[in-house]
């Protein structure tokens, strides 16, 4: 475990090194994805100009969801997701040879190496839009409560995360995957815009079980707006519990199947 923390905090100064060299990208996805955010709150800011709720939530709970979504959205730009997306180019290319080859976990490598600190300032960005959504909601939040948000906050980034390596495993079986890409990127948007608690039927099962995006923004914003049971608490760690698992194994499988560039 030591090891891989000096590793990790090597990689960090690495990455902070480079990105001081390329100073007008440093900030881009915090344009990019603040800028997303703020149209997503104006837009519902209309929509509940004209009604007082949507399903059984009001401009509050959605403002806390909005909030929360791009919280867990931040954490990903900034820890992971940057050299997540990597794995179909590196599979392809046979330039994963590089990461098997190092007394390191391949996949902690892989997922830690492009860590963007430019991202950094979409968790107070994110953390203001929560605290304006609690100011709309009547219910009184005690200290309890915000550490039961922030335990699943995490808990919902590993399931951003399992999802994202369970799409990028599928490039050890297939040629191309911007197919998938297209998927998640449909999945995510939808479930940025529509709550989970508001899908029924099929949408339901598709959103909340088989791809739970449905639940990465929902489960924390309910438990802020107290609006959740124990059951919902539950369910909410089993599906990370399965989908790490599922993660792990399918990513092990994935590598026997790997033809690498000296095969």
């Excluded at 800028?35 to 939530?57: C, D, K």
């Excluded at 390596?165 to 449909?186: P, W």
């Excluded at 508001?198 to 924390?220: E, N, S």
Aim: aromatic content about 12%; charged content about 15%.
């Amino acid at each position: 475990m030591r090891r891989e923390l000096r590793f990790i905090k090597l990689l960090l100064k690495l990455r902070l090194s480079q990105m001081m060299v390329f100073r007008l990208s440093f900030f881009g996805s915090l344009f990019v994805d603040g800028s997303l955010f703020i149209f997503q709150l104006l837009s519902f800011n209309a929509i509940y100009g004209q009604v007082e709720a949507i399903g059984a939530w009001g401009r509050g709970e959605m403002i806390v969801f909005i909030g929360t979504f791009s919280l867990i959205n931040a954490i990903n730009m900034v820890v992971y997701f940057f050299g997540v997306i990597n794995i179909p180019t590196k599979v392809k290319e046979g330039s994963l040879d590089h990461y098997l080859t190092k007394p390191i976990n391949p996949l902690l490598r892989l997922s830690l190496e492009n860590i963007d600190i430019g991202s950094i300032p979409l968790l107070p960005f994110s953390i203001v839009i929560i605290a304006y959504g609690i100011s709309q909601l009547n219910v009184a939040i005690g200290m309890g409560t915000v550490l039961l948000y922030v335990v699943f906050v995490l808990l919902m980034c590993i399931l951003y995360y399992d999802m994202e390596v369970i799409l990028r495993t599928i490039s050890f079986f297939v040629i191309s995957t911007s197919s998938i890409d297209r998927l998640e990127g449909e999945c995510i948007e939808m479930c940025m815009k529509i709550p989970g608690n508001l899908f029924k039927g099929i949408f339901k099962l598709l959103f909340c079980v088989l791809l739970p995006y449905g639940i990465i923004a929902t489960v924390p914003a309910k438990i802020l707006s107290e609006s959740i049971s124990m059951r919902g608490l539950i369910y909410a760690i089993l599906i990370v519990i399965i989908f790490t698992a599922i993660m792990l194994k399918f990513w092990k499988y994935g590598l026997k199947h790997y033809k690498s560039a000296s095969s």
